[in-house]
C-alpha cells in the first residue's frame, strides 16, 4: 500500500466529512423518507385517529356550545301533555338528555331523574338549567349503547328524537315491570320535507308507524302519528307488561 502524506490524508478527512454532512442535510430534508402511504391500520395507531363514538361527540359538544340553549328550557310538548301517565316520585331515565329541558321539567314535578348524553357540554347545560330552576338532576356523560345499567331499575324512561333501534331491547330491561316509555321522534316523511338533507341518515327516523310495533312485551296507551301537521312525527306511550 502506498504511503499517504499528510497533505492527501487531509484532503481525505475534509472529503469524508463533507460527504457526512450532506447526508445529514439531505435526511433533514426528508429526502430519503419512505413516500409510500401507510396501511390503515399503522395510519390510525400513528395518527391517533379518534372512533366514530368520539367524532359524534365531537359533533354535538360543537353544536351545544353556545350560549343560549339550541332546543329552548321548554320541555317536549308531548311530555308537557302526557307527565301524569307517571306516578308520583318516579325514577325517570332522560335518555339522550341533551341540555336538560325535559329531565329538569320532570324534576320540577318531584320525579327522581337521570339523564345521560353523549355530550359534556349538554350535560353542563343540564345542570346549570337544574340549578336555576332549582331542581336535582343526576348526569352521565357517556354512550347509551357502552353505558351498563342495571336491569328493572327505572319507573319511567322518556326518549325525545334519538333513534337507535340496537337499544330498544336495553330500554325494555331498564324498565321495571308496569314501568311507563314515552317516546317520540321524527319520521322519514320529516326527512323527505328537509332541504339540507344531504348529511341526514334515514336510519335514525322512524318509519311511518313503526312505534306500533317496535316494544314487544308492551301495552300502548297511547299513540299519535298525525299527518297534517307542519312536522311529521311518531309519538307512543308504552306500559312494560312484564
Same mark, same amino acid.
Request: net charge positive.
Given at each position: 500500500?502506498?504511503?499517504?502524506?499528510? /497533505?492527501?490524508?487531509?484532503?481525505?478527512?475534509?472529503?469524508?466529512?463533507?460527504?457526512?454532512? &450532506?447526508?445529514?442535510?439531505?435526511?433533514?430534508?426528508?429526502?430519503?423518507?419512505? !413516500?409510500?402511504?401507510?396501511?390503515?391500520?399503522?395510519?390510525? !395507531?400513528?395518527?391517533?385517529?379518534?372512533? /366514530?363514538?368520539?367524532?359524534?361527540?365531537? /359533533?354535538?359538544?360543537?353544536?351545544?356550545?353556545?350560549?343560549?340553549?339550541?332546543?329552548?328550557?321548554?320541555?317536549?310538548?308531548?311530555?308537557?301533555? @302526557?307527565?301524569?301517565?307517571?306516578?308520583?316520585?318516579?325514577?325517570?331515565?332522560?335518555?339522550?338528555?341533551?341540555?336538560? =329541558?325535559?329531565?329538569?321539567?320532570?324534576?320540577?314535578?318531584?320525579?327522581?331523574?337521570?339523564?345521560?348524553?353523549?355530550?359534556?357540554?349538554?350535560?353542563?347545560?343540564? =345542570?346549570?338549567?337544574?340549578?336555576?330552576?332549582?331542581?336535582?338532576?343526576?348526569?352521565?356523560?357517556?354512550?347509551?349503547?357502552? %353505558?351498563?345499567?342495571?336491569?328493572?331499575?327505572?319507573?319511567?324512561?322518556?326518549?325525545?328524537?334519538?333513534?337507535?333501534?340496537?337499544?330498544?331491547?336495553? &330500554?325494555? !330491561?331498564?324498565?321495571?315491570?308496569?314501568?311507563?316509555?314515552? %317516546?317520540?321522534?321524527?319520521?322519514?316523511? /320529516?326527512?323527505?320535507?328537509?332541504? @339540507?338533507?344531504?348529511?341526514?341518515?334515514?336510519?335514525?327516523?322512524?318509519?311511518?308507524?313503526?312505534?306500533?310495533?317496535?316494544?314487544?312485551?308492551?301495552?300502548?296507551?297511547?299513540?299519535?302519528?298525525?299527518?297534517?301537521?307542519?312536522?311529521?312525527?311518531?309519538?307512543?306511550?308504552?306500559?312494560?307488561?312484564?
Amino acid at each position: 500500500m502506498p504511503h499517504l502524506s499528510q /497533505q492527501c490524508i487531509n484532503h481525505l478527512m475534509k472529503a469524508i466529512l463533507i460527504f457526512i454532512f &450532506m447526508l445529514g442535510f439531505f435526511y433533514s430534508l426528508d429526502v430519503f423518507a419512505d !413516500k409510500r402511504p401507510l396501511p390503515n391500520s399503522r395510519l390510525n !395507531k400513528l395518527s391517533g385517529e379518534k372512533d /366514530q363514538a368520539y367524532d359524534v361527540k365531537s /359533533q354535538w359538544d360543537q353544536k351545544y356550545n353556545k350560549r343560549n340553549y339550541v332546543y329552548g328550557k321548554r320541555p317536549v310538548k308531548f311530555l308537557a301533555e @302526557n307527565y301524569d301517565y307517571l306516578k308520583e316520585e318516579s325514577e325517570v331515565l332522560d335518555m339522550g338528555m341533551g341540555e336538560g =329541558r325535559n329531565a329538569v321539567f320532570l324534576a320540577s314535578k318531584g320525579h327522581i331523574v337521570t339523564g345521560i348524553d353523549l355530550s359534556s357540554v349538554a350535560i353542563k347545560k343540564a =345542570r346549570k338549567l337544574a340549578l336555576e330552576r332549582n331542581v336535582k338532576i343526576k348526569t352521565i356523560v357517556g354512550s347509551l349503547n357502552k %353505558y351498563k345499567l342495571p336491569e328493572n331499575s327505572f319507573d319511567a324512561i322518556v326518549c325525545f328524537y334519538f333513534v337507535d333501534r340496537d337499544l330498544t331491547e336495553k &330500554m325494555l !330491561k331498564w324498565l321495571k315491570p308496569g314501568g311507563i316509555l314515552i %317516546y317520540e321522534a321524527y319520521t322519514t316523511e /320529516q326527512l323527505k320535507k328537509m332541504k @339540507n338533507k344531504a348529511n341526514e341518515n334515514e336510519f335514525h327516523y322512524l318509519k311511518p308507524q313503526e312505534l306500533l310495533t317496535m316494544f314487544p312485551n308492551t301495552k300502548i296507551l297511547k299513540y299519535e302519528e298525525p299527518e297534517h301537521e307542519t312536522e311529521f312525527r311518531s309519538s307512543i306511550i308504552l306500559k312494560k307488561v312484564n
